[in-house]
């Protein structure tokens, strides 16, 4: 069965799944970094080299402070006590996206488990953390600037942006029903199998993972040569 090199997972509906069971929304952000805990360990059982999770969107400032405040708590916790779990299953850690506006508890927690797992190999696993993808093509195109590029090429680009180090995905995987990319990988998606399941990311697992990549199996790549 044919198998995607790089997942790239919009993990959308944590506040939705919180709404129906009634609870505060940071409760569906805390199952949803379960959902990537378990989905990181069923790829690596997939054998699947390369992942990214969109996280926190350089659209998502525009919420509620007290949302915001929860989130970047969240991601401090996640990473200060996530680093045992990444080292056990060999998981290289990558940023794709800014940290400058994140807190400094925050940003050294993160720094600190890219650091201690630089050396890790069987899977990568990029968190999209303040990413958009207009803003990954700006920066992009600045970064050349700077190098006073007069002329730049499609592969300039690429190796510009913050996925420089991954391949661009093959498979783009969206849950709770929306059918759009939300300003996400809008360069790297060019050629992207997409699938949009309903369910909210917090309920994804290895069953749901297997079932998508059941439909990857079927689909016909052609990348317009036929």
Request: aromatic fraction near 12%; proline fraction near 4%.
């Amino acid at each position: 069965m044919a198998k995607p090199k790089h997942i790239a997972f919009i993990v959308d509906g944590n506040r939705r799944w919180a709404a129906k069971r009634l609870l505060p929304k940071q409760a569906g952000h805390r199952e949803g970094v379960m959902a990537i805990k378990r989905t990181l360990a069923a790829l690596i059982q997939e054998g699947i080299g390369y992942a990214s999770f969109y996280c926190f969107s350089t659209e998502n400032w525009k919420r509620s402070a007290s949302e915001v405040d929860g989130l970047m708590s969240l991601f401090n916790e996640y990473f200060s006590k996530g680093l045992d779990f990444f080292l056990e299953h060999d998981i290289k850690v990558e940023i794709l996206g800014d940290l400058t506006p994140f807190p400094k508890p925050a940003q050294r927690a993160i720094a600190d488990v890219v650091k201690n797992t630089a050396h890790c190999k069987t899977l990568v696993a990029g968190f999209c953390l303040n990413y958009g993808g207009r803003e990954d093509i700006v920066q992009a195109v600045n970064k050349l600037i700077a190098q006073g590029k007069k002329k730049v090429t499609e592969k300039d680009i690429s190796l510009s942006l913050y996925t420089k180090d991954f391949p661009d995905p093959d498979f783009i995987i969206r849950t709770s029903g929306e059918i759009r990319l939300s300003n996400f990988m809008l360069w790297q998606a060019s050629y992207a199998e997409l699938y949009f399941p309903k369910l909210l990311w917090p309920d994804f697992d290895k069953k749901h993972l297997k079932k998508a990549l059941d439909e990857y199996s079927k689909r016909t790549r052609r990348f317009g040569g036929n």
